[in-house]
């Protein structure tokens, strides 16, 4: 079965770190950039942050710039999210995908749209 799972989400206080992780099984990821979305209660989701399939480009959404950082362990198939300085408002369910036939993220990956999700991972900021 060919699945993205998400992991390492949890409730952390203002400020805080957490690491997350998306993992592949089935398929590799070597060969496609990877995007992290995020949606928040009543919100759109949005794009969080993208690699490259070499990871050596990345993209960040503006809200999350110099808090977060993307990176790729490809022997392990698993892109990482390290998120500091972590605010309530970085409260979401985040979600990875592969963006297929992309090496590069490109200027559009926020707003490609995807058949189908996985669970995503729960973060909750909050004191």
């Known amino acids: 079965q060919l699945q993205l799972v998400e992991s390492g989400g949890g409730l952390v206080q203002p400020g805080g770190s957490l690491r997350l992780s998306c993992a592949a099984s089935g398929f590799t990821l070597d060969y496609n950039a990877i995007a992290w979305f995020r949606q928040a209660p009543g919100k759109e989701r949005e794009g969080v942050s993208c690699?490259?399939?070499?990871?050596?480009?990345?993209n960040y959404a503006t809200s999350v710039e110099g808090r977060f950082t993307i990176s790729r362990d490809n022997a392990k198939n698993t892109v990482y999210l390290q998120m500091n300085s972590l605010k309530p408002e970085d409260t979401a369910v985040y979600y990875c995908q592969t963006l297929v036939g992309f090496f590069v993220c490109g200027s559009s990956w926020s707003k490609l749209r995807f058949a189908s999700w996985g669970q995503g991972t729960q973060v909750t900021v909050s004191s």
């Open positions: 690699i490259s399939s070499s990871g050596g480009s990345t």
